[in-house]
Antibody
C-alpha cells in the first residue's frame, strides 16, 4: 500500500523557518520518473502548488515563492523535506505532499496524497 | 487570483450530468495535454479523478470523464450521485512562471 505522511510543527512564529517532512512508504523515491510535490491550501481557499522533486533529483519551485523554498530528499529514509523561510500569517494553511506517478507524462498528476498537516503562523 | 478559471459553483439533480469548465491560456491548458482534475470532500485530501486531460486512474468511476477544446478543459460527471457533492479543482502544466497551476475550485451541489 502506497502512503505519504506529512509531519512538522503545528505552530510557527512570523519570520521563522518552517520545515516539513513527507515520509513515503510502498514505493521508493529512487523509482524512475517518480516524484513528490508539496501543495498547500489556506483555510477555505484553493490549492496552491509549491514545489516538486523527482527521482533524478530534478527540482522545480513556484515562481512566487522560489526565494523562500528548498526541497530535498533522502532516499534511504524515504523522506522528502520542504523548508520555507520567513513565515508569515498568510502562509497559514494545510500542507500536503503528493506523489507524481511514473505512468503520467506530466508534473501535475498527483495520484496519492498525504492526509495533510495544518500549519498556523502566529506570534 | 488563480491561474485557471473555474465557475465557483455548479449544481445538478441525482441522475443528471454536469460539466465543470477550466479556462486557461495557450501557455497551460491550451498548449499541453497535461490537465488533471481533483475531487475534495470537506476535511479530506484531494483525490485524483482525471489526468492527462482524459485518463482515469484505476478505481475511478467511468461516470467521470475529461476533455479539452482550445484553452478550456472540462470535467463531466454523468449519473450524478449524492456522494459526488464536493469541491473540484483542475490543474495544468504551465510553461510560464510555475510548473503547475490550479484552478480556483468549483463547489458541486447535488440537489
Amino acid at each position: 500500500q502506497v502512503t505519504l505522511k506529512e509531519s512538522g510543527p503545528v505552530l510557527v512564529k512570523p519570520t521563522e523557518t518552517l520545515t516539513l517532512t513527507c515520509t513515503v512508504s510502498g514505493f521508493s523515491l529512487s523509482n524512475a520518473r517518480m516524484g513528490v510535490s508539496w501543495i498547500r491550501q489556506p483555510p477555505g481557499k484553493a490549492l496552491e502548488w509549491l514545489a516538486h522533486i523527482f527521482s533524478n533529483d530534478e527540482k522545480s519551485y513556484s515562481t512566487s515563492l522560489k526565494s523562500r523554498l528548498t526541497i530535498s530528499k533522502d532516499t534511504s529514509k524515504s523522506q522528502v523535506v520542504l523548508t520555507m523561510t520567513n513565515m508569515d500569517p498568510v502562509d497559514t494553511a494545510t500542507y500536503y505532499c503528493a506523489r507524481i506517478p511514473a505512468y503520467s507524462g506530466s508534473f501535475n498528476a498527483f495520484d496519492i496524497w498525504g492526509q495533510g498537516t495544518m500549519v498556523t503562523v502566529s506570534s | 487570483q488563480s491561474a485557471l478559471t473555474q465557475p465557483a459553483s455548479v449544481s445538478g439533480s441525482p441522475g443528471q450530468s454536469i460539466t465543470i469548465s477550466c479556462t486557461g491560456t495557450s501557455s497551460d491548458v491550451g498548449g499541453y495535454n497535461y490537465v488533471s482534475w481533483y475531487q475534495q470532500h470537506p476535511g479530506k485530501a484531494p483525490k485524483l479523478m482525471i489526468y492527462d486531460v482524459s485518463n482515469r486512474p484505476s478505481g475511478v468511476s467511468n461516470r467521470f470523464s475529461g476533455s479539452k477544446s482550445g484553452n478550456t478543459a472540462s470535467l463531466t460527471i454523468s449519473g450524478l450521485q449524492a456522494e459526488d457533492e464536493a469541491d473540484y479543482y483542475c490543474s495544468s502544466y504551465t510553461s510560464s512562471s510555475t510548473s503547475v497551476v490550479f484552478g480556483g475550485g468549483t463547489k458541486l451541489t447535488v440537489l
